[in-house]
């Protein structure tokens, strides 16, 4: 979506309260987080990424929570399964 509806997802980081700039970076980080997480080429690199995730999870909830929104269970959600999944 970062890339495809950059539109919408501008308007939504503006309503949350963060830059717009950071759109793109973010979504690159993700999608390098994503495949640190699948190859097993590091178990130190897979850790980081998981850090990542679990930060940028809890930051998209207190955001929602702050303004209010109701928004914030996806975020709650992912930060549960991010918690009780099987890092090695």
Do not use: C, R
């Not at 890339?3 to 717009?20: A, D, I, Q, R, W």
């Not at 992912?78 to 890092?87: N, P, Q, R, V």
């Amino acid at each position: 979506m970062y890339f495809v509806k950059y539109e919408h997802v501008s308007e939504e980081f503006v309503k949350l309260g963060f830059p717009t700039f950071i759109i793109y970076p973010l979504a690159i980080l993700k999608i390098l987080g994503l495949v640190a997480v699948w190859s097993k080429k590091s178990k130190t690199l897979k850790e980081w990424a998981n850090a990542g995730f679990f930060f940028d999870f809890l930051i998209a909830a207190g955001a929602h929570i702050t303004i209010g929104d109701g928004e914030y269970v996806g975020a709650v959600v992912a930060t549960i399964l991010l918690l009780t999944s099987d890092l090695s």
